[in-house]
């Protein structure tokens, strides 16, 4: 039982993948012109241990320029070595039996690019900065659960876990729910203060690409890393200009001012066939959904909660505003993963139903048709980001449906930004100042998602509670074979399609137009810019 539970921290990345290829080498020299695409934000941090999350992984997108993961997952999902010279296996002797310790062996000849070498002390640095509690990290989340971290050598980092837990391996510096990528330790170990420090603005990495200058608010511009380990990238520079309007975004991508650009599905509708532009179709680890507010009256009653998810149309959402690209989805597992149970479903649109739940919760209709309770109507704020115009449509067709049902649902727009900022900042979902929200939430390379769904989860916007689904969460998360996993993830689905603190909506495929000069473009399910070392014009 141990073995296999030393067999499944691999397992999670490298499952029906070439775990231990060596990662694709870009080829020669740089060349050929630059690439030019958007952002939907300005980075609010150049330095990755403070990214903070939103729904366009904006500093995601632009870590992944100069930082490299320890494990990276290509376009067709198969886990690639990247920082490591070889993914931990149990095989290979990089997991013990009881699971609890993993060998890392980093990849020889990696520099910063300021020519320092990447060694074990950035790794064991890294990661007592992350548990740092004087660092305002976004999520601890899966870093929590070392118990110790030592260089055995320059190039070997050993990890002792406090108990066994599964996605180890899928998790720490790769895709987990908060990633995190090494830093050098040789520039801010003496630092007196890293959230204020200066390699926010002015980052070393080890990525193919380095900042060269960044006009706050208006683009950032990368060029080459001398010392990347795979040789010079092929583009000679990268032109990033922060443009938070999508449909300014699409007239770029039309006029040929951008070459590589995410389309909503009604854009790609607009669009239709152009000459010159290609599309690349990815799907992606992401549950779009709305979160409700258990913390609120009324929706702390789950019947108020199922009516709700009875009154909206989510295959007519998938339909009709993404043109059945997202497909619907019932729980936080996306369609391709193995924890999901395709027979667990949440209320399905059933407008009498829902009228019956707000009846016998005790919302009776007025003469004008809204519903109230001892002279109080049923009024709720529903917030979404104008960055996603396939939220806004979302929210309008919901608005409608509610209001249907006798529930005044008002819309209240909020900046990307200004919805997931941390509580500290006054972040919208962290303060909790909303009762709906039209949230898409990035799930990790590993099912767990107890992030999400446990009453203290860092993603539990919802502040819904059930010890159950903690207790299960917990047993998933060391259980020793993937069949028992299964069975774990199974009940919590059940459980939270029942009560529903979230009305999941759809797992997207996320569609990038790009300009068929662009050579290599490839996004992954995680990041559109995680092979940008390869781009060429």
């Not at 150049?46 to 990214?51: K, M, Q, R, V």
């Not at 960044?214 to 010392?227: F, K």
């Not at 209001?403 to 990307?416: E, H, P, Q, Y």
């Not at 774990?488 to 068929?516: K, W």
Request: glycine content about 8%.
């Amino acid at each position: 039982m141990l073995r296999a539970a030393a067999v499944l921290l691999a397992a999670v990345v490298v499952a029906g993948a070439a775990g231990c290829a060596r990662a694709p080498d870009a080829g020669g020299a740089a060349s050929g012109s630059g690439v030019r695409f958007a952002l939907a934000a300005d980075p609010q941090t150049l330095d990755p241990l403070f990214a903070h999350v939103d729904a366009n992984s904006v500093e995601q997108q632009v870590a992944r320029l100069a930082f490299e993961p320890f494990i990276d997952v290509d376009e067709r999902g198969r886990a690639i070595p990247i920082l490591l010279d070889r993914i931990p296996t149990a095989a290979n002797g990089g997991i013990s039996r009881d699971g609890r310790t993993i060998v890392y062996h980093l990849r020889r000849g990696v520099r910063w690019s300021d020519g320092a070498p990447v060694d074990a002390h950035d790794v064991v640095w890294t990661l007592h900065a992350i548990l740092d509690d004087r660092n305002p990290v976004r999520s601890r989340a899966g870093y929590d659960r070392v118990a110790r971290v030592e260089a055995v050598d320059p190039h070997t980092v050993r990890v002792t876990l406090k108990n066994a837990w599964a996605p180890a391996v899928a998790t720490l510096f790769s895709y987990g729910v908060a990633p995190q990528y090494v830093l050098p330790a040789h520039l801010l170990e003496k630092e007196p203060s890293l959230a204020t420090s200066a390699f926010g603005a002015h980052p070393v990495g080890n990525g193919p690409y380095r900042l060269v200058s960044w006009s706050r608010g208006e683009r950032l511009i990368y060029e080459p890393n001398p010392t990347y380990w795979r040789g010079a990238p092929r583009a000679s520079r990268l032109d990033l200009r922060v443009v938070p309007d999508p449909n300014t975004n699409f007239t770029l991508m039309r006029s040929g001012e951008l070459d590589w650009n995410l389309f909503s599905p009604a854009q790609r509708e607009t669009l239709g066939a152009p000459g010159g532009i290609a599309f690349r179709t990815v799907p992606l680890t992401l549950i779009a959904g709305i979160a409700i507010n258990t913390a609120h009256a009324p929706l702390d009653d789950a019947r108020v909660r199922r009516a709700i998810a009875a009154a909206i149309d989510r295959g007519a959402i998938s339909r009709k505003i993404t043109f059945g690209r997202y497909p619907v989805v019932d729980t936080a597992q996306p369609l391709g993963s193995w924890a999901r149970d395709p027979s667990v479903h949440e209320p399905a649109f059933d407008p009498a139903a829902a009228d019956r739940l707000l009846d016998a919760a005790g919302w009776r209709r007025g003469a004008d048709g809204m519903r109230a309770k001892r002279g109080v109507a049923l009024a709720l704020t529903y917030v979404q980001f104008p960055e996603s115009q396939t939220g806004v449509r979302v929210a309008t067709l919901v608005q409608s449906e509610l209001k249907a049902r006798g529930m005044n649902v008002t819309i209240k727009s909020l900046s990307n930004a200004q919805l997931f900022l941390p509580k500290s900042q006054g972040g919208t979902l962290a303060t909790g100042a909303f009762d709906l929200a039209y949230v898409p939430w990035p799930m990790g390379a590993d099912p767990d998602d107890s992030f999400l769904l446990t009453c203290a989860g860092s993603g539990n916007v919802m502040r819904w509670c059930d010890p159950a689904v903690d207790a299960l969460e917990a047993r998933a998360l060391v259980a020793p074979d993937r069949a028992e996993r299964k069975l774990l993830y199974a009940q919590i689905e059940r459980r939270v399609a029942d009560a529903v603190p979230i009305v999941y909506l759809f797992n997207p495929s996320y569609s990038y137009a790009y300009r068929t000069t662009l050579r290599n473009f490839s996004p992954n399910a995680f990041n559109p810019t995680w092979n940008a070392y390869a781009w060429s014009r």
